[in-house]
């Protein structure tokens, strides 16, 4: 992987192979999507050295180290459960705000169309999500 990839120790590895029993690789978009916990804005979430961590972040600090002080790490292909490393930047707080396009997916990928979705507290839920949330 990145700049770390020679100096991953044996608690990081296990913490890979934890997170790699956890995801689903999509061919088309190249995201590799967490299917474990999430919180509740969306992103996925694993406890790490005594923290509840984004799994994004885990995994770019893993392979890159810590992003620069004062940045954020931005998701290029707009996924939050993405937690491929080539898919996240660093980048400044505002450079990420403006980075949000208008949702067309869920955070699963389902379609945002017409009788896809219904609005709750001004957010759109995906029914398809729903559905399963309710059967497991």
Avoid: F
């Amino acid at each position: 992987p990145g700049e770390r990839g020679d100096q991953i120790d044996r608690y990081d590895q296990k913490t890979v192979g934890r997170i790699l029993g956890l995801v689903d690789i999509s061919p088309g978009s190249g995201c590799i999507t967490w299917t474990g916990c999430e919180n509740g804005r969306g992103y996925g979430q694993l406890h790490y050295r005594g923290k509840t961590k984004r799994v994004h972040k885990i995994l770019y600090e893993i392979t890159n180290g810590p992003a620069p002080q004062g940045m954020e790490l931005d998701h290029k292909c707009q996924n939050k459960r993405c937690v491929n490393t080539n898919h996240v930047e660093p980048v400044s707080h505002s450079v990420n705000l403006g980075n949000k396009p208008r949702r067309t997916h869920c955070n699963r990928g389902h379609g945002y169309i017409d009788g896809s979705y219904y609005q709750y507290k001004k957010q759109k839920v995906c029914k398809e999500c729903n559905k399963i949330r309710k059967a497991a």
